[in-house]
């Protein structure tokens, strides 16, 4: 529990245990709604999520005076709760763009509480961003050109933020309600019932004894779990603690071991089947099925996954560094023995998601299982272990919801004030009809506005902000969606802000400045890589078997070359220099980069793969005749 209230535990387990049973019953999981006389329209559900689950932050986050938050707990409770209770008349009667008084007010505290939430729970980043945006349109016409809009007043724009289903309980807010909430009770629930230390101990019997295994751990460990949590510090925190010691025991530097859990803790919310909570938003946004999204998302996650572990053997053979031993490695036999129930819980969630496409029954049905059989195995969980289990939960789900909320107001501002339009024309007029022009700006902004914001948030300002330019720049729309969240969570990795970097260097007393610049060295393919499905969508599965399969091999071959290059070291063939590295860097990106248009402005990447192989053979040569001339 964050709080200083330990007292205050059970009342967030309760609100959570609340909200989950309304959303099971909304969902029409078990049949007609019990609550559909109360909450007859959907808003009056979303209403009711806000006014359970809001009043948790300043339960988890506790402010100096216990008095005051007592004053939110209830302003955050009895907001929604009046909009609820009003939601007909807010409909009927067009409150969002004229309401009256006592609806200004309501209106008012809602917007309040939701951004003091939001400071206590992610800090002045996200704080000052959706306080700035919500504001905007009060002055939107004062502003630069650029990004002028049609300005309101503060009634109007308090009004439009609570009552209309542009801002607070916009698209994002759905996405959590419908689909998410259900995501994150099943990530919770493996947790507790000891999936996490199951998925870490298995790793450790598959890949322990290989060179450099305690690395190879963290990748599949950190992959797997970060894309449960969809939080990478939370991820660097938890899975760190054990896979980042046993690296340093190993023979990894310190700044080296905290920069594979990071960038394998980033990696982790890029990587299906759940990808986090952020791929459900995606969804929702591009209004398509989520294992649409999953199937597209699974090549490039798993590329960056074989380029981290390519890179991380290429570490352990240049430092000679060996497996783990044996009394460090569990039995793989008695691990599944152990913990089979997690593999058929995974295994359920993805037969229901990829295969029957049950999106909103997939998540309950799977914890549903996980708990029966947990429950009589022998290793049940008491009243208190499920007390826990329902303070996780709503930790979670709260965390989550005022987040999306604070979102929320600046995809309303920016609807209300026509400004999001404004920003698409203008990016496509800088740019002109140069679409690399267009993605490198694309990037650029991605990375910049993503820095600070949690992997969810990021997600949403850019999916409102730059991807409606990219598409309209005649790009694939999932691809665009895809390309934006990897370059929107660059910053994690990347230097100056590096928080996923900087994380794990405190969990290894490594310097946080040199675990950023390690951390950018072992996860380079993930900066290659977006640029890679969004110049060729037949690497998201689009295409033909013969395109999809030459996108596959061109991306392999090239992710492999650089992940040489980026180590300096060449199998059988030891080290490389400077030179040869960069030579072979660059041919890796020739073979990889898809239309790459070097010769004659032909749209092919038959030029570049020869350029590229061209390259990769100079390099090969120049490291053998230096081999050769090192032999006596």
Request: aromatic content about 10%; overall charge neutral.
């Amino acid at each position: 529990m964050s709080g200083k209230y330990p007292a205050f535990q059970r009342p967030v387990g309760l609100l959570a245990g609340l909200a989950c049973m309304m959303v099971i019953d909304q969902l029409r999981l078990f049949g007609d709604p019990w609550l559909s006389g109360v909450l007859a329209l959907e808003t009056q559900f979303y209403f009711a999520l806000i006014a359970l689950l809001l009043p948790g932050i300043f339960l988890i986050y506790p402010g100096r005076y216990r008095l005051i938050d007592v004053g939110l707990v209830l302003i955050a409770l009895l907001a929604p709760l009046w909009l609820l209770i009003h939601a007909e008349r807010i409909l009927n009667e067009g409150w969002e763009f004229l309401a009256p008084d006592h609806a200004v007010v309501a209106s008012a505290c809602l917007w309040f509480v939701i951004l003091e939430g939001v400071r206590r729970a992610t800090g002045w980043v996200l704080f000052g961003i959706a306080g700035l945006f919500s504001l905007y349109p009060l002055f939107a016409d004062v502003m630069p050109e650029m990004i002028s809009g049609m300005a309101i007043g503060f009634r109007e724009t308090a009004s439009y933020h609570a009552m209309s289903i542009e801002s607070i309980v916009g698209l994002p807010f759905r996405a959590f309600a419908n689909l998410v909430v259900g995501f994150l009770v099943f990530g919770a629930t493996l947790q507790h019932t000891g999936g996490g230390a199951f998925f870490i101990r298995l790793a450790f019997s598959l890949l322990g004894r290989s060179r450099g295994g305690a690395a190879k751990v963290a990748i599949v460990s950190s992959g797997l779990m970060g894309s449960m949590s969809g939080s990478v510090i939370t991820n660097v925190m938890t899975t760190g603690q054990l896979t980042i010691p046993a690296m340093q025991r190993q023979g990894f530097s310190s700044k080296s071991a905290a920069a594979v859990e990071a960038c394998a803790s980033t990696g982790g919310v890029l990587l299906p089947p759940i990808m986090g909570s952020t791929a459900f938003i995606m969804a929702t946004f591009l209004e398509i099925p989520y294992y649409q999204v999953a199937l597209a998302a699974l090549i490039p996650s798993l590329l960056y996954f074989f380029a981290l572990y390519v890179q991380l053997d290429a570490y352990a053979a240049k430092h000679g560094l060996v497996g783990l031993a044996d009394h460090e490695i569990p039995d793989l036999w008695q691990v599944v023995k152990e913990g089979w129930v997690f593999l058929l819980a995974f295994a359920l969630l993805i037969v229901l998601l990829l295969w029957l496409q049950q999106e909103t029954l997939a998540p309950w049905a799977a914890t549903l299982a996980l708990l029966v059989i947990n429950q009589v195995r022998g290793q049940r969980m008491g009243l208190k272990e499920l007390g826990h289990w329902l303070v996780a939960v709503g930790e979670l789900l709260i965390e989550l919801l005022v987040i999306l909320c604070a979102v929320g107001l600046i995809v309303g501002s920016l609807s209300v004030t026509g400004l999001s339009g404004t920003l698409v024309n203008e990016l496509l007029f800088i740019a002109g009809d140069e679409t690399y022009v267009l993605i490198l700006m694309g990037a650029l902004t991605s990375f910049i506005l993503g820095i600070g914001l949690t992997v969810t948030a990021a997600y949403v300002f850019l999916a409102i902000v730059l991807a409606p330019a990219l598409i309209e720049g005649g790009l694939m729309p999932l691809a665009v969606h895809l390309f934006i969240l990897y370059w929107g969570m660059l910053s994690f990795i990347t230097p100056p802000v590096a928080l996923g970097a900087f994380a794990a260097a405190s969990v290894a007393g490594a310097q946080p400045v040199a675990t950023g610049f390690e951390s950018m060295r072992i996860g380079i393919a993930i900066y290659l890589i977006p640029f890679l499905f969004l110049l060729n969508p037949a690497l998201l599965g689009f295409g033909g078997a013969i395109a999809i399969t030459l996108a596959i091999a061109e991306a392999l071959i090239g992710v492999l070359v650089i992940a040489w290059a980026a180590q300096r070291r060449l199998p059988f063939l030891g080290d490389m220099s400077l030179l040869e590295a960069c030579l072979m860097g660059v041919a890796g990106l020739l073979i990889a980069l898809p239309g790459l248009t070097l010769v004659a402005g032909l749209e092919s990447n038959l030029w570049g793969n020869v350029l590229g192989l061209g390259g990769f053979v100079m390099a090969l040569l120049a490291r053998l005749i230096r081999v050769s001339w090192a032999r006596p």
